[in-house]
Structure formats: C-alpha cells, structure tokens
C-alpha cells in the first residue's frame, strides 16, 4: 500500500474523548468507515485526560456520565461512588478503548494545526502538528467544550521565583504542597474543586476572587454493593430518563413555580434540594429558576444564606455570596467542603474586584493595595469555551474562507453540528446546541448518532458533500438567540456568552431551549430528507434537500 492510500481516510476525528472514542466506534464499527482519531494528548480521555488537579471530580452522578449506547458496557463497570474523580473517569474511558478495541485507530501526541476543504473534490487536507498531511471525506471535531485555556495575561509572571501551575495542564505526577505559601487565582468549578485539598496541604493559601460563585455541596459518597445491583436493574430506565430530560439528568423540573407554594413549603422543598445536594437545586426543583428573576432572587438567597451559616467569619462569608448576576446564569459548580475551608486558619480569601491584581513580582503577588508572599501560584482562569478550540485550528471552508473570520461576529452553526460554507464538517455539542447546558455524555451520543445517519443517508443516494444552508443557518441563529434571550443565561458576565475573554462577541452560545424540543427539531429535518441541508458530489451540481 502506498503512503497515499494509507493517508487517506473516509473520516478524521479530532479529539478523543468521550465524543472522539463514540466517534470513532461508531463510524468504524457500524458504517464500516476507515477513521483516524488525532489526540494531542499522549493518552485517551479528553478532558478527564488533561484535567487532573487535586479534587477533579465530576459534576453529574457516575451512573449517568457515562455512556449508553453499551448496556453490557454499563453492566460491567462498577462506579465506586456518586461523583467519581478524574482518575476513575481516565480510568472507565481507557477501558472503553481497550473494550471496543479503538486504540489501533487513534494517532495520540499528534495535535491537529490545519484544515482545509477541497472544493474540487469535496475532501478535507487535514494537516497535523508535525506537518503531516492526510486526507478525509469527512471532518468530525471532538475537541471538548472547555480545553482551551485561557492564558493570564499579568505582567511579571515570567519573573516570579517560585512555581507557577495550570488547572488545566497539571503535571501528570502530582504536586506536593506541604509548607508552601500557595496564591489560587480563580473561583470557577475548578478552582472551587481544588481549593479544599490545596488547603490541606498548603503552609498557607491565599484565593484571589473576582467574583464569587454559586456552589452547592456534592454530598459525595461510595456505593454499596446493593447500590450497584439497583442502578444496574434500573439501567433502562435510567437512561431513557437521560434522553428524554430538559438537561439530560434522569429527573426533569417538577411542574411547580416558586411562588406557587406557601414560604414554608418552599424552604422545605429548598432545604431537601440542599441536604441531597447536586444539579438536582437547579434542575428538579422549581420550574421557573431560569426564567423569572424573581424566583431565582429567592433561591439565589437561600445559597447566601447558606453561606453566612457555613462560614464563621462574616465578613468573609459576604465576599462569598454571588451578587448581580442570577443562580444558574454561570456554570453552578458544586463542591466538597469548599466554604467550610474557609474556617481553616491556613486560609485566606482576597477579594480582587475593586482592587485588582497589578502584577506578579519574584516573589509573590501584588494587587492594587498590598504585596503578597508566595511560593507557589495556581491559576484556575478557565477556559475559551464553546469555540476557542475550534477557531484555534485553522480551519478553512469554500474558497479558504477561515472558520475563525466565519465567526467573527459570534458563532453560526446550524443546530450546533454543521456551519454553512464548510462541507462535511460535523462539529460534535457545537455551538448553538445544548451542550455545556446538558450532561454532556447524552449530548454527545445524540450529536454523533445523527453525523453518522446523515452520512448513511448521504451514501444510500451518492452524495460525497452536505452543508448547512446559509437560509437554515440564519434561522437557527435566530432561534438560538431568541430563546438564550427568554432565559436568564445572558445575565451573567459568564464563559457561557464569552465574556471571559476579551474581545470576544457577547452571544449565549449554547442553545437554552431543552433537550426535548432541540431533539424534536433535529429529528424533524432528519425524517425530511434533511431540510436545510444541501447535498452534492464531484460528478453532479449542488441540490438542496427538502424540496
């Protein structure tokens, strides 16, 4: 065979994690496709791959972050508890690999740099970090929606004496911090997850906070082996329940309002929510949390009050209480102990939002009023989301037209998995797609099962390209804005509408409308023929489907 051949492919998929190893198994094992996965990493996993900072834990229950398309798969792997960590999470996508023997396809410490589609004939160059070239019908991006961080941009920081770590590029050994001066920049999910074992170890640690978050409590624990034998019985109905969700967890909101209860009912109901702890505040709750400001006022309240009863000190604990922006309006983290680490007397919390860090000196830290000494710095700055990993390859559509110019203005797909202009390219929980808004395993199976029916559609009729159409686009864009607008999700100066990064449009960049009516929708145009998508091939003219 020579290199040409072994060069081309009928798809390439970037990333392997969750969605890049379903990908892969499902376009090689059931379409028969030949596929090349490309990983940067030097091992599987994607996020749970890169992520592993002290406590790096899941935010959805075990049970259900995981996949579903297997039920033997889910039989024979035991959860050792309700939110697993990073380890074990690494550990179940290993084994997925080494189950459905996907390693022999995947290409891993090979970064993907370029891509570029070939109008003539409807393939896509994809050029990797090393300047090999190969070749594709398809591109398929699983590249993660939070895996590209964003880089402080404080003046010294190559001057300072000590170490310097990253949440999302932690060293793969582990870092001990015992006796050390430790200065955590970030009150995120990740830098809510770590603080409590940093402060653990830490001589002492200082967190540096901008602007405080709602965290609820995890209430982490093992399960037992009944609790195992349960959740296995009740496999079937626990994923249906995933699929059928407004957010992909197998509970839904429970049809009731705030203020369709009396007071005492609704802290009862709120302070149950509480001691079970999880996504559940939010989600099966009260139905109105996300789209009446007043509703969300009384359980952003109740968190504060929550707060002021965990923290002892109280000026501490009001530099800890989230205001001006609704509950849920942010990516609401949950935690172990992290208020309660508040109460150490190896830690202290500087409040950063009137009187911002000025620089890192070689020894520390200053901000705008002090200086501050430390032997360590961990930033836990987050993440260009959503789009930042795509546009950070150079993707380039019909006639070279960058997906980063593309997008200049704010993403535009068309039901988050393709952009007009850009043939064959299937963009897994894009932008304009439930997503980060969704336990993201049944995004994911649900985003990769409809790329690989329109390509089985594509091959029963002879077609060798389908994009989006701009018409279609421009609809869904539309609709996407419309209903992030009717929520309460573009009230906050989150990552979910870019705002953590400078310069970037301020949209609400997942679609906010449910899992229910996106499915609804994305079935309706697969049942249609593919209503505003147009297919094509070398040999024939464009068509537009649906007519």
């Known amino acids: 065979m020579s290199s040409a051949e072994r060069d081309e492919f ?22 028969e496709m030949r596929v090349r996965v490309f990983e940067a990493g030097d091992g599987v996993g994607g996020t749970w791959y890169w992520n592993r900072y002290p406590g790096a834990r899941c935010d959805s229950e075990s049970y259900y972050y995981c996949y579903s398309f297997s039920r033997e798969l889910a039989e024979e792997w035991k959860w050792s508890g309700r939110y697993p960590e ?29 891509a570029r589609f070939d109008d003539a004939e409807n393939r896509w160059e994809v050029r ?6 190969v070749t594709a019908r398809f591109l398929v991006t699983a590249v993660g929606c939070l895996s590209t961080p964003i880089a402080p941009d404080i003046p010294g920081l190559d001057g300072f004496g000590g170490d310097v770590y990253f949440t999302a590029t932690w060293p793969r050994e582990g870092v001990d911090f015992t006796g050390k001066r ?23 640690l200082t967190v540096f906070q901008r602007t405080p978050n709602f965290s609820l409590p995890a209430r982490h624990g093992g399960f037992l082996p009944e609790d195992q034998a349960r959740i296995k019985q009740n496999y079937d109905e626990i994923f249906a329940a995933t699929r059928t969700s407004f957010s992909g967890f197998p509970f839904s909101p429970i049809d009731r309002t705030t203020t369709s209860v009396s007071a005492e009912e609704r802290t009862a109901i709120l302070e149950g929510l509480w001691a079970e702890g999880g996504f559940k505040f939010l989600w ?32 501490t604990a009001e ?12 990516r609401p983290p949950i935690d172990t102990d992290y208020y309660e680490t508040f109460n150490r007397d190896n830690v202290s919390l500087v409040d950063i939002s009137e009187r911002p860090i000025e620089s890192i000196t070689d020894t520390g830290l200053r901000t705008a009023v002090a200086d501050y000494e430390l032997d360590a710095i961990v930033f836990a700055t987050g993440f260009d989301a959503m789009t930042g990993s795509l546009v950070r390859i150079d993707i380039r559509g019909r006639g070279g037209v960058p997906l980063a110019d593309a997008w200049a203005d704010g993403p535009r797909t068309m039901l988050g998995i393709q952009v007009a202009g850009f ?22 199976e649900y985003h990769v099962d409809w790329i690989a029916d329109c390509i089985d559609y594509m091959r029963a009729h002879g077609w060798t390209s389908v994009e989006a159409t701009p018409e279609a686009q421009d609809e869904w864009v539309e609709h996407v804005a419309e209903v992030g607008g009717a929520s309460l999700f573009g009230r906050a ?36 023929g593919y209503e505003g998508f147009e297919f094509g091939s070398v040999a024939r003219d464009r068509v537009s489907s649906g007519q």
Request: hydrophobic share 35%.
């Open 10 to 31: 009928d798809a390439v998929v970037i990333g392997a994690g969750f969605a890049g190893l379903y990908a892969l198994h499902k376009l090689r094992d059931d379409l």
């Open 86 to 114: 990073q380890p074990e999470i690494e550990r179940y996508l290993n084994h997925v690999a080494d189950r459905f023997d996907l390693r022999r396809d995947i290409q891993l410490s090979t970064r993907v740099t370029a």
């Open 128 to 133: 990797t970090g090393d300047d090999h070239l």
């Open 182 to 204: 430790v200065g955590l920049i970030g009150t995120g999910s990740s830098g809510i997850q770590a603080t409590p074992p940093i402060a653990a170890q830490a001589g002492h």
């Open 284 to 315: 099966a709750g009260f139905s109105d949390l996300l789209s009446d400001p007043e509703a969300n006022e009384i359980a952003s309240e109740f968190i504060r009050d929550k707060i002021r009863e965990t923290v002892k000190d109280q000026h």
């Open 319 to 330: 530099l800890l209480c989230p205001r001006g922006y609704p509950y849920g309006a942010k």
């Open 423 to 444: 043939p064959n390219l299937f963009t897994i929980t894009g932008p304009g797609s439930p997503s980060v808004l969704m336990n993201m395993p049944v995004a994911i």
């Open 493 to 528: 100066n989150s990552w979910y509408v870019g705002a953590n990064v400078p310069g970037k449009p301020r949209v609400v960049m997942p679609y906010a409308g449910g899992q229910p009516g996106y499915r609804q929708r994305c079935d309706a145009i697969s049942q249609s």
